[in-house]
């Protein structure tokens, strides 16, 4: 499996992310966001495409841990982290393409940037302690 709903399958995500070496796609939303609720489908069948990357649902208000200090002004929002660091965190239009796009780039070579949370695998090492 490669797609995780922290709500629900916290447990199984810590167990995912211990002996996973590639990208993390993380989308942070709210289950009050219409707009995210529309745009979980695509994130899921996404990641039902490329099973190689491992695909989080994080509910910022039910999962906040897996924010770190970090705030969210705006949804969807998506991380991506590769194994050296975040490539890519901020708002992203509600359009699959998109973030496809952004995964395309980061395999052929994205700089990683300061911002952002901290390694989800660290992040659900904590909320699950």
Known sequence: MSFYDAQTQLPALAGALAGHDN????CYCAAWCDTCSEYRPSFETLAAQMPELL???????ENEALLGDEDIENF???????????LFFGPMPPHIEHLQRL??????????MDAGPAAMKQL?????K
């Open 23 to 26: 990208l993390v796609v993380t």
């Open 55 to 61: 695909f989080v649902w994080v509910d910022i208000e």
């Open 76 to 86: 969807p929002t998506v991380l991506v982290q590769s194994p050296a660091g975040n």
């Open 103 to 112: 995964l395309q780039s980061a395999a052929t070579g994205l700089a990683v």
């Open 124 to 128: 659900v090492a904590a909320a699950t």
